[in-house]
């Protein structure tokens, strides 16, 4: 079992950075695929990054691609997302997921994740 807490959301212009950390409980997190998801109001849950548990692998929405870096260090049991040049269309609540039997068909779809944090909101103003 794992927790997962989100921190690091906030308000910030267009053009901004802001990193996003997620932090997890637990024995066996660098096992775990942990991905960033987002949720805009009035729209479904997005995906927006994924690292596999080795740190090695990483997929991003087309979106984010180039503007975000998703990371982690097993040792803290952390995982982190920078988002850089952000946009009004970023705004949304961030989600870190996590779960350990992910294949790469399924790593995007967040119905496949079964740890959720609370989630952290970013808004991005123009």
């Known amino acids: 079992q794992v927790q997962l807490v989100e921190s690091g959301g906030g308000l910030v212009q267009a053009g901004g950075s802001l990193r996003l950390s997620c932090a997890a409980s637990?024995?066996?997190?660098?096992?775990?695929?942990m991905g960033w998801f987002r949720q805009a109001p009035g729209k479904e849950r997005e995906f927006v990054a994924v690292?596999?548990?080795?740190?090695?692998?990483?997929y991003y929405a087309d979106s984010v691609k180039g503007r975000f870096t998703i990371s982690r260090d097993n040792a803290k049991k952390t995982v982190y997302l920078q988002m850089s040049n952000l946009r009004p269309e970023d705004t949304a609540v961030y989600y870190c997921?996590?779960?350990?039997?992910?294949?790469?068909?399924?790593?995007?779809?967040?119905?496949?994740?079964?740890?959720w944090g609370q989630g952290t909101q970013v808004t991005v103003s123009s």
């Open positions: 997921a996590a779960d350990r039997y992910l294949i790469l068909s399924t790593m995007r779809t967040a119905e496949a994740y079964d740890h």
């Open positions: 637990g024995r066996t997190f660098s096992i775990y695929t």
């Open positions: 690292i596999r548990g080795s740190g090695g692998n990483t």
